[in-house]
């Protein structure tokens, strides 16, 4: 079959250099329409549901809204577990199914449940548009001379709907801002004073706002739609609202009240730099979306918006993230490290080959099987990331072109008899059956990449589909192009060792010697490394994923709960001036509190910093982020004690909130019935965590200590006067908070017109006892009369999961692995913390997916080590020959061990990935050498003599293979450009393991193949 194909490519070049041409033009094409992202969503189908129950305190949030959302919502197919949060005025609910799920099929599921539900007061509960990764664009509203309140109006109803017409964004988010409203002001001495009550005045004005339609009216030949205009149309028409009349004489809102523009109350402020007020808007992409075409529309809007004058003269859109940056650099760091990986490829293919036309016709293949992957990716849907193909080595899949070239090279400088179409079919005849199964083998070898699932499936199984695609386009350019182009290109008249390959073998050729005479003792002495990765693996830390680099700092300060947020705004000022004395930084834009439509659950006490860093290359010499971390950690704890901060990165803060629900890297949840015991509880881990090396950012998240003001009716006092309770609760929230009546139309515009006390009748406990309510007689009496009113502290926030009620803490760990951090932690508070019998801790963050990742590797592993066993045998068809060639995986995966230990580099699922990548390499270099070993036991050489030459054989092309993965990696290696840090470990694991490869398995497979040979000859003339 392999020989046909050859000859089948060598007979019709025309052919096969026509589906290269093509094979280039496809790629083109496929990256040009490939979906690249920095970093893939690794967060489960997730639906969030919001509630704003406009001024309802965090308690009756949970009992009214949020408990009835999870009891409607538990028990949906596919549903992993809920998670809510209760704040002030808002309900979150985050439900997570289970992977595999169609998120589309979630989503509906959701809606139908929630059409069931009926909430008090009318509360409509909706769907978020947020996702982990879906904030791709960020930008300041600007214009010099406009009010924070009409750029807060052009954010939300001119450029959130402009934004909204983009294909793959599903919505904008503004932040900080004024929201505009139209107020009336009562003042109850002047309603008192008239002999009204407040109800009345609401009514007058949700009357007094309305078109109606009276169908139609036939006039002569023309038919005229009659229409009642009766809408509100600014201030004059609503002071001149008539609430009633007396004695013939009108009493208006005027009368009784001041009207005015005015905005809602805050819930959230941002700041830029030197300005501490500013609007914001966040783009948000679908989930699934893509994100380049997307951002591309967004630019390409704002482009738009601009030429066409859709702002009001002078404002202007100013973007500060753009995820375009991000994916820029990381591609770049790629594709630099790609250039570079093929160019060290190719030097030493020129090396060992002494032939520059043999060289290149290899290192051809390495684009082309990129190509390959490119197209297979296109078209199966598989989008790209740093990690699918900055993790590639190209080394690796080229193998099978390398061995190839070289045998073309070996067989057409010999001075034998026949053509150059036969000599070439002959090489590939030669190490045709090898390549294959080899080929098939490193396949296989991938297969745990395919079979995991949840995050590291969704992280490293682009990965394995961009390896499968590349590794089998190479293969099959292997027996292509390749062979036609050795057969028609001239490659050189005489194939000579150059002075490199003379000089190793004369380092190699004593050594083989040495072994060959003492084969116990050298398998012995080869074999220790071994044992020692057996030894040393336990001691090496461990950690979940080493973090992408974005550029830039997320940094959240937690204050204390009764913080108001007008002195929150005060000390973040001095936090953004801090950050910009450091020359890194580029810029500083604060949030404090949370945005108006309830996306992002924080309250007043919550400050977040998005600090984008200039080029690594301008940063001061010897600084890196890791210093500049614990330089801004320690001026933060100096000039704001008792405060906690809390350092990540944009991305990875919305990952890591998304997957274990609190705003922090790790945590560990107090769950438990009781809020007040659960807090003593934190407070206690929180004191233990405080002792482990490794922990930072450590802070408890407080729930309770929030001061309320509750005023409750006195039922009997109220039953005197034939007031019901509704009643004064009713004065309560429209008098105190305001109550939204109607809404007035500025065009497509609408506003809330609220109606509430004057300031100077509700600013104080006194003023709210002087508020008068109504009686049935037409008399009025003081809210203090028939009201006990208190001030009280209660929960700010009820963090609540799978129907339980919880205490996060949450911690960082830096300069120390995950695992080791954890696992001292968990026996320090199984020590040191004694826990009710109705109370358990939850841990949350990146060690349960290094569980689960870790899990499903032990299981498949073993299984995918016995499908290369079966493999194997099939191809050197013994057992013994089989079991030295299955020997080689341990002796690389030691000398991955070992690179990981040089470099302090802790074991992730990136390093496992590399470790399953050397399988590879370490099996097609066993067969290859046992295939030309028992090639000379065919033709007739001795045991020793057939082993020296079958190793002589392999010397070279061995070398090489080894050599190109172990340089195909390098650049990513050394890298420490933004974007190299998830591949380093994988790429550190692969040069380790093929450096062990290369050399170790030269001196201690010889030695075994003679053990071999001797304790189990051959029982038949066919195996000899």
């Known amino acids: 079959m392999i020989r046909r194909l050859v000859a089948f490519s060598i007979d019709n070049p025309v052919a096969v250099f026509a589906t290269a041409a093509a094979l280039v033009a496809g790629g083109f094409w496929a990256y040009a329409n490939l979906d690249i992202e ?22 009756e949030v949970e009992r009214y809204a949020t408990v009835p959302l999870e009891v409607a919502l538990n028990g949906m197919p596919g549903l992993d577990h809920i998670r809510s949060i209760s704040v002030f005025g808002l309900s979150d609910i985050k439900c997570y199914f289970k992977w595999g799920t169609d998120y589309r099929e979630d989503r509906q ?141 009108p009493i208006r809102v005027r009368d009784v009240a001041d009207v005015a523009i005015g905005h809602a109350p805050r819930l959230g402020v941002v700041g830029r730099d030197a300005d501490d007020d500013v609007v914001q808007g966040i783009v948000l992409m679908k989930v699934g979306g893509n994100t380049r075409r997307t951002l591309e529309g967004v630019r390409a809007k704002v482009a738009e918006i601009r030429a ?100 073309c090279v070996r067989h057409l400088g010999r001075d034998a008899a026949g053509t150059r179409e036969e000599r070439v079919l002959a090489a590939a005849a030669e190490v045709g059956r090898p390549i294959a199964f080899s080929t098939i083998i490193l396949g296989v070898a991938f297969l745990p990449l395919f079979t995991l699932t949840g995050v590291t499936g969704v992280i490293f199984s682009p990965m394995a589909h961009t390896y499968a695609y590349a590794i089998l386009g190479a293969f099959a350019l292997s027996l292509t192009l390749t062979p036609a182009l050795a057969r028609h290109l001239p490659l050189g008249a005489e194939e000579r060792d150059n002075a490199v390959l003379r000089g190793l073998h004369r380092l190699y050729a004593p050594a083989t010697e040495w072994a060959l005479s003492r084969p116990a003792l050298a398998s012995a002495l080869g074999l220790l490394p071994v044992a ?54 580029e810029t500083v834009v604060s949030q404090v509190g949370r945005p108006d439509d309830g996306t992002d659950v924080s309250g007043a006490n919550n400050i977040e910093l998005f600090v984008p860093l200039k080029p690594l290359a301008s940063w001061r010499r010897g600084l890196d982020k890791e210093k500049l971390t614990r330089i801004l950690a320690a001026r933060f704890a100096r000039e704001f004690p008792g405060i906690d901060f809390n350092f990540s990165q944009n991305i990875q803060d919305n990952v890591e909130e998304a997957l274990s629900g609190v705003k922090g890297e790790n945590t560990v949840k107090v769950v438990g019935p009781s809020l007040t015991v659960d807090e003593d509880k934190a407070r206690q881990i929180e004191s233990v965590l405080a002792r482990v090396r490794g922990v930072e950012d450590l802070g408890m998240i407080h729930t309770l200590g929030q001061p309320n003001l509750t005023i409750t009716p006195e039922r009997a006092a109220c039953a005197r006067y034939g007031i019901a309770v509704g009643d004064v609760e009713a004065v309560i929230q429209a008098a105190i908070g305001g109550q939204a009546v109607t809404q007035v139309f500025e065009g497509e515009k609408r506003f809330d017109l609220v109606v509430r006390w004057q300031e100077p009748f509700r600013d104080s406990v006194a003023r709210i006892q002087e508020i008068l309510v109504g009686t049935p007689d037409g008399g009025a009496v003081p809210l203090g009369q028939i009201a006990v009113i208190r001030q009280e502290e209660g929960p700010a926030a009820v963090y609540r999961e799978d129907n339980h009620r919880y205490v996060p803490v949450k911690f ?56 290369i066993g079966l493999l194997a045998y099939a191809s050197v068809r013994r057992l013994p020959e089989t079991g030295i060639v299955l020997l080689t995986i341990p002796l690389a995966c030691s000398g991955g061990l070992l690179a990981l230990i040089v470099t302090g580099i802790h074991f992730s699922v990136s390093a496992a990935m590399g ?94 193949l003679l053990l071999a040979r001797r304790w189990f000859p051959p029982s038949a003339p066919s195996e000899s």
């Not at 920095?38 to 308690?59: C, F, H, K, L, M």
């Not at 197209?375 to 193909?389: C, D, E, Q």
């Not at 020590?831 to 498949?860: C, S």
Request: aromatic share 8%.
């Open 812 to 867: 960082s760990i830096r300069g120390r692995d995950l695992k080791s951090t954890l696992d001292e932690a968990r026996a320090k508070i199984a020590q040191g913390v004694t826990l009710p019998y109705d109370t358990h801790l939850d841990w949350a963050g990146e060690i349960n997916e290094l569980k689960e990742a870790e899990r499903r590797l032990f299981v498949i592993v073993p299984l995918t080590l016995v499908l």
């Open 38 to 59: 920095a970093y893939p969503d690794p967060v489960p189908p997730r639906i969030e549901t919001i509630v704003q129950p406009s001024g309802w305190a965090a308690e």
């Open 532 to 585: 020692l990765f057996f030894v040393l693996f336990p001691f090496v830390g461990r950690e979940f994923m080493p973090k992408l680099e974005e550029g830039n700092f997320w940094i959240r300060a937690t204050l204390p709960l009764s913080v108001s947020l007008p002195q929150s705004t005060r000390y973040v000022r001095r936090m953004r001036e801090i950050l910009l004395e450091q020359p890194e930084v």
């Open 915 to 1008: 470790f399953i990548s050397i399988f590879g390499i370490a099996i097609q270099d066993g067969i290859l050498v046992c295939t030309y070993t028992q090639n000379f036991w065919k033709a007739g050489a001795g045991w020793e003599e057939g082993i020296r030459r079958g190793a002589e054989r392999g010397f070279r092309p061995v070398l090489m293979t080894s050599l190109v993965a172990m340089l195909g990696l390098l650049p990513a290696a050394l890298s420490n450009a933004i974007g190299a840090q998830t591949q380093k470990p994988l790429a550190v694991v692969v040069i380790g393991g093929a450096l062990f490869v290369a050399f170790l398995t030269r001196l201690v497979r010889p030695p075994m």
């Open 308 to 407: 066409n004058h859709v702002l009001p003269p002078g404002m202007d859109v100013q973007p500060y993230y753009d995820r375009t940056q991000l994916i820029e650099t990381t591609t770049h760091t790629v594709l630099h490290n790609l250039v570079l990986g093929m160019a060290l490829v190719s030097a030493v293919l020129l090396l060992f080959l002494g032939n520059w036309r043999a060289a290149l016709l290899a290192a051809l293949n390495i684009p082309l099987a990129l190509f390959a992957a490119l197209i297979g990716m296109s078209l199966g849907g598989t989008p790209a990331n740093l990690i699918s193909l900055g993790a590639v080595d190209f080394g690796i899949i080229v193998e099978s072109t390398v061995i190839m070239i070289e045998a």
């Open 109 to 249: 599921e959701v809606l139908n449940r929630l059409a069931t539900l009926q909430l008090p007061n009318n509360l409509q509960p909706v769907l978020s548009p947020e996702n982990a990764i879906g904030e791709i664009y960020r930008y300041i509203v600007t214009g010099p001379g406009y009010s924070l309140r009409e750029r807060k109006t052009a954010q939300d109803w001119i450029l959130e709907r402009q934004f909204k017409q983009v294909d793959g964004v599903v919505d904008v988010a503004g932040f900080g801002g004024l929201v505009q409203q139209y107020q009336v002001d009562v003042d109850p001495y002047r309603l008192r004073g008239h002999g009204l009550a407040l109800p009345p005045l609401l009514t007058s004005l949700a009357a007094s706002n309305q078109n109606v339609g009276a169908n139609v009216l036939n006039l002569g030949e023309q038919s005229f739609n009659v229409r009642g205009i009766g809408l509100i149309r600014g201030l004059d028409d609503i002071g001149n609202v008539v609430i009633t009349a007396k004695a013939g004489t």
